[in-house]
């Protein structure tokens, strides 16, 4: 079935480096992707969204990118800090379903 | 401005016993509600999702079930819990408007089941 994945578990990143989480869609019809943050023990909270007819969108520290050609998102953060740390996911709408939720990428940040 | 509240926030419970984790949305109606499920390091499982009171979607056939008895509460319980029930359970309410597929989350209520 169609789903939504992501390419990489773990991330690490020194402090004030730049990160970038990627993600791989294999729904060509989606037209609406998020990026949500989980911080340790707590629930998932929306970051950023971008739409289909987009190629870029940026938020404060954060840009996402859409590639519809090969089917791939990322999340850029610019100038980590030791707030980023946490559980990173990809999320598209399906079906009558809001939203699927790939694994998710855990990004640590080294001070 | 619009609050999702989830408790307990722990719970540690045996085998076989019984289950009930609440979920209230305020300052919204008529919300579409989810229950999600996180085991460790994992993703996020769907498990029920409602659009009304009374009205329940399963997503994923297992030992648990969920009602609404108001327009603002979500549900989830079990009879007889077993040690794979264990994990993160997260409520979710779904955002109107222009991010109409957005959903804020709850806190999570972590269950461990001994």
């Known amino acids: 079935g169609e789903s939504v994945g992501l390419h990489l578990p773990t991330l690490s990143v020194q402090e004030g480096d730049n990160s970038i989480i990627n993600c791989a869609y294999s729904n060509s019809a989606s037209d609406y992707f998020i990026w949500y943050k989980q911080e340790s023990g707590k629930g998932p909270q929306f970051i950023i969204d971008i739409r289909s007819n987009m190629d870029k969108r940026q938020g404060q520290r954060v840009t996402v990118l859409l590639n519809k050609t090969v089917k791939h998102l990322s999340l850029q953060i610019a100038a980590t800090q030791p707030g980023d740390s946490a559980v990173y996911f990809c999320a598209e709408p399906s079906g009558n379903t809001p939203l699927v939720f790939g694994k998710g990428t855990r990004l640590s940040v080294i001070a | 401005s619009q609050t999702i509240h989830q408790w307990p926030a722990t719970l540690v419970q045996p085998v076989g016993s019984p289950l009930s984790l609440e979920c209230t949305v305020e300052?919204?109606?008529?919300?579409?509600l989810y229950w999600y499920r996180q085991a460790a390091g994992r993703g996020l499982q769907l498990l029920f999702y409602s659009v009304g009171i009374g009205q329940i979607s399963s997503e994923v056939p297992q030992n648990l079930s969920a009602s609404r008895p108001q327009d603002r509460q979500f549900i989830l319980s079990s009879k007889k819990l077993l040690l794979s029930d264990s994990g993160f359970y997260l409520c979710?309410?779904?955002?109107?408007?222009?991010?109409?597929?957005?959903?804020?989350f709850g806190a999570g209520s972590r269950l461990t089941v001994l």
């Open positions: 979710a309410w779904q955002t109107g408007g222009s991010g109409a597929n957005v959903l804020t």
């Open positions: 300052g919204t109606s008529n919300p579409n």
